[in-house]
């Protein structure tokens, strides 16, 4: 028997249907049906309300239900012919096919991926399967070329789509990002685009767990055409132009062009497995280097301007497949062709060959060392904080191994320098921002070295200096085992730098030479901008002190005492002779004024023996070898507006016995003081003599009787007033009787 109908009419909400329908009961197992009809006016989203879903495979009425959200189908046909138990109709037992036209559709095709809004095509049911061709649509701010969607068979519900989008590229890296591509390709989160650009996409993904995962496919390509993309904050590319092609878990491209810092550079992208096994993103590249291109993007740092000329470069950036890694960056180049004028070890000929390389982390909750060697120079790694560049760090000098991170915060300095200009390092630091912030707790420095020399060309005394530091707030902690100033040996050294609320605490000063110690405490207060320094020194040979500081051989042994309380305006580093205010109090045991050439001992150089016999009219001739022996000289000393004062500085010694007071210009380089020399003889003259002889000479005698413990004979004393140069000292008579005729 038959049942049959023509011309059915639907009619509701969703879609209006007239349809021709016959069913044949023959004796078989399943009636043959025949339906054909046509529709309009139909929503999108209610298509599988008038499929036969009753005998469709399941997960063909899963996606059908989830993946027509919006939109209308405007007019389509319908056709089913065959017998109901074959159907969806594999092997051509049969037809089925639902034909209609797509408008303004939004279609989520597949869970995860962008959703595609305003889809204008045809969307054809055959049999067991479906296809979509798209002409026109968007997904995100992308606009969609040619696109098909297709599922060959409803039962084995493997989702095929096909499709180009022409968009801007900040929009296509999004599209990516916001796909299951974003969370195994995490360099996509890295990037950030401008310009035009053209993606392509082929997708195949399982809609079942019943099908493996090796039936997925994702395969795409970006066009980037003038494009620019920021890695990170440093590494600012444009003018791309080439082909980055992607699957689901890797990247690859060949010669990219492209700038960086307005210089050409080639890229080439691939995807490997890391040693640990996981995948990661490599980008090579090759190009060359101009600091003053690199000036305009870096804010202008003031020590690019100190490099000049052109080098070439190569890198990778290597960037993770994981959350729990961090981005990459290594760079290295041999500098040929860039000038440092950055004093050393950071100075270079541009024709010198100096190989460095450079490793930066970026992102990732994992912990990775950053390194910078300058070969031989110099060796850095270090740490980046959370709310900081560094958190901890160890700078070796004169290494070209990367040494390994402290395990506490602080920077560590090692390692050993021999020629460290402190002026030209005081310029340097003075261009940077020293500004720091209170917020964030200072690093602690600690600077341990087997040695360092520093050099102090000569400049004008009294110069004012820069002011690198307003503050310093970092704890400090300093141990030099071989610490030169110049040509002078300072030996073992040490100090401790303690910030307290409103000054700068220095601590614990210890310089250990051979042949002399000297220590001392202080502070620098902020808000007054003074530096203070107690300071004492020692020594049990003082001419080899000398001799070791570099002045001429004035004094042979000796035993030396002092101690002093000085300060300056500005911070210790402003230390000046200008400026310098405060006292010293010094005596020297046992020793031997050695002949000199005057000016060559600077203060002890007025003392020459090549002088001081003539002027004195005593005969030292026979001392003139061995020298002047004194028993002490003491005295006690101030300084102030750059002079040093004198207010009785004696010389007790064999001989003789000497006081001197007066200025001695520590800037001006001379001399403005009064000598008084009484010979070692046995007749004395009483005060009351002296007396006859002058008020004024009285006094002094009285003085000089106090001050030597001895009765002094006032005939035999010399006054002598002593100006000039350091260089050239004039030693003025002051009472000298007129020489006795020679017979």
Known sequence: WRLFGHRLSIASPDIQLQADFQALFDGQPSPLLSLRGKFQHGMAAAVHNYLPSAIMPTNAVNWLEHAFLTGQAESGELLLHGRAADFPYRHAKGQFEVLFQARDVTLDYAPGWPVLYEVDGEVRFINAGMQIHASHGRTLDAQLGETHVSIADFDQALLEVAGHASTDTATGLRFLRESPLGRDLLALRELRGEGDARLQLQLALPLSSQIPDSAQRILGQVELHDNRLQVYDYLPLSAINGRLHFDRDRFRAQGIQAQLYQQPLTLDVTSRASNNAQLETLIEAHGELNPRLLEQHWQAHPWLSQLQGQTRWQGQLTIPHSTELSTTLYLESALQGLASQLPAPLDKAADASLPARLRLNFGGPSRATNHLVLESRLAMSWYEGSTQPIERARLVLGQSRAPGVPQTPVFQIQGQQHDLDIEAWQEVLAQLDWDSDDEQPPLPIQIKMSSLYLIHPPSTAGAERTPVIQQWRHPLELHIQDLRYNTLPLGTTQLRLVPASRQLLIQDLAIHADNFQLDGHGSWDYAQQLSQM??????????????????????????????????????????????????????????????????????????????????????????????????????????????????????????????????????????????????????????????????????????????????????????????????????????????????
Do not use: C
């Open 534 to 743: 107690n300071l004492s020194l020692d020594s049990a040979n003082t001419g080899r002190m000398l001799a070791d500081l570099g002045f001429a051989s004035v004094i042979r042994q000796g035993k030396l005492a002092a101690t002093a309380q000085l300060d300056w305006p500005g911070s210790p580093l402003a230390f000046s002779l200008a400026t310098l205010h405060g006292s010293m109090e010094a005596r020297i045991d046992e020793g031997t004024l050695e002949d000199a050439r005057p000016g060559a001992g600077r203060l002890l150089g007025i003392l020459s023996l090549d002088a001081l016999p003539r002027r004195l009219r005593l005969d030292f001739r026979d001392l003139a070898d061995k020298g002047l022996q004194f028993k002490r000289i003491e005295g006690t000393f101030l300084f102030d507006q750059g002079s040093l004062f004198s207010e009785g500085m004696v010389i007790d010694s064999y001989p003789a016995q000497i006081l001197i007071t007066g200025r001695t210009g520590l800037v001006a380089r001379d001399f403005d003081q009064e000598m008084i020399v009484i010979p070692q003889v046995r007749d004395t003259v009483s005060i009351a003599g002296a007396l006859a002889m002058g008020p004024q000479v009285g006094a002094v005698l009285a003085l000089l009787q106090n001050i030597f413990k001895r009765n002094i004979d006032a005939a035999t004393m010399q006054r002598y007033h002593i100006t000039g140069s350091w260089e050239e000292p004039e030693v003025i008579p002051l009472n000298v009787a007129p020489e006795e005729p020679q017979p």
